[in-house]
């Protein structure tokens, strides 16, 4: 057995008692030296392995998959739900404006909200941050203005909502991403609460319009909504009609 045999031979059995490979190693000093360098790595790798299990791994282990299973079936839901989303979005948008062709019932807003939501919920997925200037250039649009900073805005587009466009924002709440729809064409008498299974939120009326904001049900969305009611302002005169 030559060298390079023997090497293989220690690489995938460095403790075989092949009488030919031991001999080997007893006779050429080189390859003696890289079993014993193998050994020594073993041992400390052992070494290194060798911890104490931590009081309470087990429970915690399964916690953690606990919430991992209650992630993969949020997934589920928000994707099986996409097609349907899509399709229902869809046919909100082929009956606005003006009501209701042939006598079907109009889609309630916060159904729509959820149903948005759900149809851009890669939105939800934005994390980098919108420069404050495309968010303002966004509600010029509709002859709003910011009084103020909104800070975390992830994602910024025009959507149509209800009747007319609106502004459709993510900002990074304390629990995960919060929708904003600003929709200065929508106008609804009194709040409106949006319940999904796993979202929560509210819609407002406004001067001009309405807001909704929407976010997962542990989210505190009362500070949010304050704040947007405060920071966006009309440009000109409260639209009426």
Request: proline share 7%; hydrophobic share 40%.
């Amino acid at each position: 057995m030559n060298c390079m045999d023997t090497r293989r031979r220690m690489l995938a059995e460095p403790n075989a008692r092949d009488p030919e490979y031991r001999a080997h190693l007893d006779a050429c000093a080189s390859c003696r030296r890289e079993w014993q360098r193998l050994q020594a790595l073993d041992r400390r790798l052992a070494e290194a392995l060798d911890v104490p299990v931590p009081e309470g791994l087990e429970a915690r282990l399964r916690v953690a998959r606990s919430v991992e299973r209650k992630r993969e079936r949020r997934q589920q839901w928000f994707g099986g739900l996409a097609l349907a989303a899509s399709l229902l979005v869809v046919a909100v948008l082929l009956y606005r404006p003006g009501g209701t062709p042939g006598g079907l019932p109009e889609v309630p807003m916060a159904h729509q909200v959820v149903l948005h939501i759900l149809h851009e919920h890669a939105a939800l997925k934005a994390r980098r941050a919108v420069p404050e200037a495309r968010v303002e250039a966004l509600f010029r649009q509709f002859h709003l203005r910011l009084s103020g900073r909104l800070e975390g805005v992830t994602y910024a587009r025009r959507c149509p909502m209800g009747h007319e466009d609106g502004v459709h924002l993510v900002v990074q709440g304390k629990a995960g991403p919060v929708t904003i729809f600003v929709m200065p064409g929508e106008r609804v008498r009194r709040p409106q609460a949006v319940e999904a299974r796993d979202l929560e939120g509210l819609i407002v009326p406004t001067g001009y319009g309405s807001i909704a904001v929407v976010g997962v049900a542990s989210e505190p969305i009362g500070p949010i909504l304050e704040r947007v009611r405060n920071l966006v302002r009309p440009e000109g005169p409260s639209r009426t009609g």
